[in-house]
Nanobody, 115 residues
Framework: VQLVESGGGLVQPGGSLRLSCAAS????????MTWYRQAPGKERELAAL????????NYADSVKGRFTISRDNAKNTVYLQMNSLKPEDTAMYYC?????????WGQGTQVTVSS
C-alpha cells in the first residue's frame, strides 16, 4: 500500500490549498478515505472522510464549511480542498485508510497558514 500526499505549502490566512493523495496497492474504489491532521504538540485528529463511492462525507467541526473532501476513483486519488484557511489549520496533513485491522498512513504534507 502506498499513500502519497502532495499540495501542501505556506499560505496566508484566508487563502486556499488543494491537497492530493495518490493511492496504490489496494482496491481504492472499495475503501473509505480519510484526511487526518496533526498540529505541533497536539494529537492527530480526523479532518475529513469520504465513503468508497463518494456518496457520503463527514468533517470535523473545526473545518466544516471550509474544507471539501472528494475522490476520483478512476485516478485512485483523494483530494482535500481547503478554503478560508486559518493559522490554526497549520498542521501536517495525512491521507489514511483502515485496512486489515490497521490504520495505514502516508508520509504527510505540511500546511502552514501564516502572514
Amino acid at each position: 500500500v502506498q499513500l502519497v500526499e502532495s499540495g501542501g505549502g505556506l499560505v496566508q490566512p484566508g487563502g486556499s490549498l488543494r491537497l492530493s493523495c495518490a493511492a496504490s496497492g489496494f482496491p481504492f474504489s472499495s475503501y473509505a478515505m480519510t484526511w487526518y491532521r496533526q498540529a505541533p504538540g497536539k494529537e492527530r485528529e480526523l479532518a475529513a472522510l469520504i465513503t468508497s463511492a463518494g456518496g457520503s462525507t463527514n468533517y470535523a467541526d473545526s473545518v466544516k464549511g471550509r474544507f471539501t473532501i472528494s475522490r476520483d476513483n478512476a485516478k485512485n486519488t483523494v483530494y482535500l480542498q481547503m478554503n478560508s484557511l486559518k493559522p490554526e489549520d497549520t498542521a501536517m496533513y495525512y491521507c489514511s485508510i483502515w485496512r486489515n485491522g490497521a490504520r495505514l498512513w502516508g508520509q504527510g504534507t505540511q500546511v502552514t497558514v501564516s502572514s
